[in-house]
């Protein structure tokens, strides 16, 4: 694992066509912003983890299955998302 420090502003490249920035630090929170192709999935440990769990269970019944729930946002390359 390579283990960087940067501040607010500067950025990170991932190969030619990702870039990391970081846009806020608040304690122990950090906020990072993603530039990257449309095709290129961007998404948080805890979903990832939740579609693995989801594809065990897929046969199981769920609980509040049939309520409505909010959809999961989708990344847009070069826009600045808010916190949900």
Request: aromatic residues 4%; without cysteine.
């Amino acid at each position: 694992m390579l283990v960087l420090t940067r501040k607010v502003g500067e950025k990170i490249y991932l190969g030619e066509n990702i870039v990391v920035t970081v846009t806020a630090v608040s304690g122990q929170q950090v906020r990072l912003g993603f530039t990257a192709p449309p095709e290129v999935a961007i998404l948080r440990n805890e979903l990832v983890v939740r579609g693995e769990a989801s594809q065990e269970d897929a046969a199981q019944p769920v609980e509040g299955a049939g309520k409505r729930q909010r959809p999961l946002r989708t990344f847009r390359p070069g826009r600045v998302h808010e916190p949900v």
